[in-house]
C-alpha cells in the first residue's frame, strides 16, 4: 500500500488496508506501507517487501492498483518477483488502454512534480522565515 505524501492521507493507507485484507482468501503474512511518490526508488516499505520476497517469506504481493506499487516500472518489479517466485495481484487492473492510459500517465507524472516543486519551494519558505526570525541560520538545512 502507499500514499503520495505522509500528511492527511493515513485513512486512504486504511481504506486500502481494509478493502486488500476483506477480499484476501490466503494467510496475510506482512503489510508493507510506504508514505512516498511512487516514482521515487527509496521507499522503505518497497525495499522491505522485495527483501521479504528474495527471502521467501512473501510469495504473492496484492496491491489495490498497480500504480500503489510504483507509478512506473511496474513491469520490472514484476519479473523480479516472477525471478524469486512470487506473483503480484492487482484487485482493480488498468482497464484503459492506448491513447487514454498514456493521457493518464501524463497527468499523473505532472501531478506529482507539481507536488515536488510545491514542497520544496513550501521548505524553501519555511527556512528563510526560520532565518528571519532568528530561529536558525540562512545557509542551515531542517
Not at 10 to 29: C, D, M, Y
Not at 71 to 76: E, I, P, T
Not at 77 to 100: C, I, N, Q
Not at 123 to 139: D, I, K, P, T, V
Request: glycine share 12%; charged share 30%; with cysteine.
Amino acid at each position: 500500500m502507499r500514499v503520495a505524501g505522509s500528511h492527511g492521507q493515513e485513512s486512504s493507507l486504511q481504506a486500502q488496508e481494509k478493502e486488500l485484507r476483506a477480499t484476501s482468501t490466503g494467510e496475510i503474512v506482512k503489510v508493507f506501507r510506504d508514505r512516498a511518490c511512487g516514482l521515487w526508488e527509496d521507499r522503505h516499505g518497497l525495499s522491505r517487501l522485495l527483501r521479504a520476497v528474495a527471502d521467501g517469506s512473501v510469495t504473492v504481493v496484492r496491491v489495490t492498483h498497480e500504480d500503489r506499487l510504483a507509478r512506473f516500472g511496474g513491469g520490472w518489479l514484476k519479473l523480479v518477483l516472477s525471478v524469486y517466485g512470487a506473483r503480484l495481484e492487482v484487485l482493480h487492473p488498468k482497464t484503459l488502454g492506448g491513447r487514454d492510459e498514456l493521457l493518464e500517465d501524463f497527468v499523473s507524472l505532472v501531478t506529482t512534480f507539481a507536488g515536488r516543486l510545491y514542497g520544496m519551494r513550501s521548505a524553501e519558505n519555511r527556512r528563510r522565515l526560520l532565518a528571519e526570525s532568528g530561529q536558525c541560520q540562512a545557509g542551515s538545512r531542517r
